[in-house]
């Protein structure tokens, strides 16, 4: 069965840090490309950042560029998000999601903003906010 589970997320002041986890179990881990979304209410999900677990390619929304890094570990099959000065827009339910990475056939970029390929399997979320 193939599970994303994600964790980490809580309630921080504005120019602190987090760490998001995902942790993924039930597919060949280092086969998959593996993006986090997030959705604020009254929002459209939008992609943050991605990695293509094959070669490491990597794309990073405009908002988070310079502030988020995402990273992956085969050892254990987990995908980190690293958020520094984090802000107030921040706020939202984040998603972790997994597509096979033979079917990002346009770039790892087209995966986050237009979610091509649609991704197969999503996590629950975790909740992030960002407030003073």
């Known amino acids: 069965e193939v599970q994303l589970v994600e964790s980490g997320g809580g309630l921080v002041q504005p120019g602190g840090s987090l760490r998001l986890s995902c942790a993924a179990s039930?597919?060949?881990?280092?086969?998959?490309?593996i993006g986090w979304f997030r959705q604020a209410p009254g929002k459209e999900r939008e992609g943050v950042s991605c990695?293509?677990?094959?070669?490491?390619?990597?794309y990073y929304g405009d908002s988070v560029k310079g502030r988020f890094t995402i990273s992956s570990d085969n050892a254990t099959n987990t995908v980190y998000l690293q958020m520094d000065s984090l802000k107030p827009e921040d706020t939202a339910l984040y998603y972790c999601?997994?597509?096979?990475?033979?079917?990002?056939?346009?770039?790892?970029?087209?995966?986050?903003?237009?979610?091509?390929?649609?991704?197969?399997?999503w996590g629950q979320g975790t909740q992030v906010t960002v407030s003073s």
């Open positions: 999601a997994a597509v096979p990475a033979v079917w990002v056939i346009r770039s790892v970029q087209a995966l986050c903003v237009e979610r091509d390929p649609a991704p197969d399997y």
């Open positions: 039930g597919f060949t881990f280092d086969d998959y490309a």
């Open positions: 990695i293509r677990n094959t070669d490491g390619s990597t």
